[in-house]
């Protein structure tokens, strides 16, 4: 006779499945990679069509031009091999993918388990967004390698000083990929202080905090030597976000010209208008713009379960992760920088697009448990049933 309940309480079919969606993830990355390369190798650049000029004229870490150093230098380092400047910043766009890929499996199955990491891995490995924005170079992907590992050692119990001084160097390198980077880090270590006020490591907090702005400092100091600005180049980045808002992409001759605080720039409609693209710019974030960038619908019920879990066993660093990655992308979310569809572009999503990756993996892993709790329970059942059947036979 068969014995239903062993059948079912394999201990090797949770190892099945799991090498099952390592390999899946794996294969969607391989394809992910190759039709990017492919398909988007003629568009244009964007955000990076300047860099290997940048890269070229650059003498040292800092001296970037009018954006950040990070991913600059890690163009001009790779120019020395002599090959094309764009294929290069491409295969490096698509290097630091696969590095998040990786990430994504060693943080995860830390923190929330195997099935967590593989399935949040295969989302992430699956989304052609992340495909396209890795051909482009966009920084948002260096900053989002750091983000994580900040997130990853920042407010970790078993971690010490050592995990404060990794938190600090990943959340100094995040600014130096992108400086709208530090209200990430600023949520994320707000969030868990405020959740977790008696358990929360105020002096490792400090360092971490502390070791980053250390080493963002130097770039704000060679800004203000450099252009008279500790803010320069992102304030002319304000101020173009502010002329796109009122103007549009017609003339704007009668456009202001120059820097534009940050306080300006959130200000510039009124404390009222402030509020109100605030509340504006979230709605068409969450009901339009993550939805589009997270590509495949069907996610969205695994993203709710991941939230439900999250809240339910206190596994709430992933929304702190979700939250901050979008915090700075809503004061910009609001202004029509695409006309076509309006709204702005799909890599101001990237942060968060990793988090609600992650929560659809724990929605997964979570409902597989439910599920596996059930056929336990049901194999049981039926095994006694059987046994008495035989019983009185």
């Given at each position: 006779m068969t014995d239903i309940y062993n059948a079912f309480a394999r201990a090797d079919m949770q190892r099945n499945f799991r090498w099952l969606t390592l390999a899946l993830a794996v294969t969607a990355l391989s394809l992910n990679l190759t039709v990017s390369w492919k398909v988007f190798a003629a568009e244009p650049l964007r955000e990076a069509a300047s860099r290997s000029l940048m890269a070229a004229n650059s003498s040292f870490f800092f001296d970037s031009g009018l954006v950040e150093p990070v991913p600059v230098a890690a163009l001009k380092a790779a120019m020395l091999t002599g090959l094309n400047p764009e294929k290069l910043l491409r295969a490096e766009g698509l290097g630091v993918y696969v590095l998040l890929f990786a990430l994504t499996l060693f943080v995860l199955r830390r923190r929330f388990g195997e099935i967590t990491a593989s399935m949040a891995a295969l989302f992430l490995a699956a989304n052609p967004n992340m495909g396209f924005y890795a051909m482009q170079g966009s920084s948002h992907l260096y900053a989002l390698v750091f983000l994580l590992l900040f997130w990853h050692y920042f407010d970790d119990p078993a971690g010490g000083?050592?995990?404060?001084?990794?938190?600090?160097?990943?959340?100094?390198?995040?600014?130096?990929?992108?400086?709208?980077?530090?209200?990430?880090?600023?949520?994320?270590?707000?969030?868990?202080?405020?959740?977790?006020?008696?358990?929360?490591?105020?002096?490792?907090?400090?360092?971490?905090?502390?070791?980053?702005?250390?080493?963002?400092?130097?770039?704000?100091?060679?800004?203000?030597?450099?252009?008279?600005?500790?803010?320069?180049?992102?304030?002319?980045?304000?101020?173009?976000?502010?002329?796109?808002?009122?103007?549009?992409?017609?003339?704007?001759?009668?456009?202001?010209?120059?820097?534009?605080?940050?306080?300006?720039?959130?200000?510039?409609?009124?404390?009222?208008g402030a509020v109100k693209d605030g509340?504006?710019?979230?709605?068409?974030?969450?009901?339009?713009?993550?939805?589009?960038?997270?590509?495949?619908?069907?996610?969205?019920?695994?993203?709710?379960?991941?939230?439900?879990?999250?809240?339910?066993?206190?596994?709430?660093?992933?929304?702190?992760?979700?939250?901050?990655?979008?915090?700075?992308?809503?004061?910009?979310?609001?202004?029509?920088?695409?006309?076509?569809?309006?709204?702005?572009?799909?890599?101001?999503?990237?942060?968060?697009?990793?988090?609600?990756?992650?929560?659809?993996?724990?929605?997964?892993?979570?409902?597989?448990?439910?599920?596996?709790?059930?056929?336990?329970?049901?194999?049981?059942?039926?095994?006694?049933?059987?046994?008495?059947?035989?019983?009185?036979?």
């Open positions: 000083r050592r995990g404060a001084l990794l938190a600090g160097l990943s959340g100094g390198l995040a600014c130096l990929s992108r400086l709208d980077s530090a209200w990430a880090l600023l949520a994320i270590a707000g969030l868990s202080w405020a959740v977790r006020r008696r358990e929360f490591a105020l002096k490792e907090a400090a360092l971490a905090l502390g070791l980053a702005a250390m080493l963002t400092l130097p770039y704000l100091v060679w800004q203000k030597a450099q252009y008279g600005a500790v803010f320069y180049a992102q304030e002319l980045s304000l101020r173009r976000w502010a002329n796109v808002d009122r103007y549009g992409y017609g003339p704007q001759a009668e456009a202001p010209r120059g820097p534009l605080a940050p306080a300006a720039f959130l200000l510039r409609n009124g404390a009222a509340f504006s710019g979230l709605g068409r974030a969450l009901g339009f713009e993550l939805p589009r960038v997270l590509y495949y619908k069907a996610l969205a019920v695994l993203v709710f379960l991941g939230v439900y879990a999250a809240f339910l066993f206190k596994k709430d660093r992933l929304l702190f992760f979700v939250a901050a990655g979008l915090l700075p992308a809503l004061p910009l979310a609001a202004i029509t920088q695409v006309p076509a569809s309006g709204g702005i572009e799909l890599r101001y999503y990237l942060w968060p697009l990793w988090g609600l990756c992650a929560l659809a993996g724990l929605g997964f892993q979570e409902t597989l448990v439910w599920v596996e709790a059930g056929v336990d329970k049901w194999a049981a059942r039926k095994a006694e049933q059987l046994k008495r059947l035989a019983g009185r036979k």
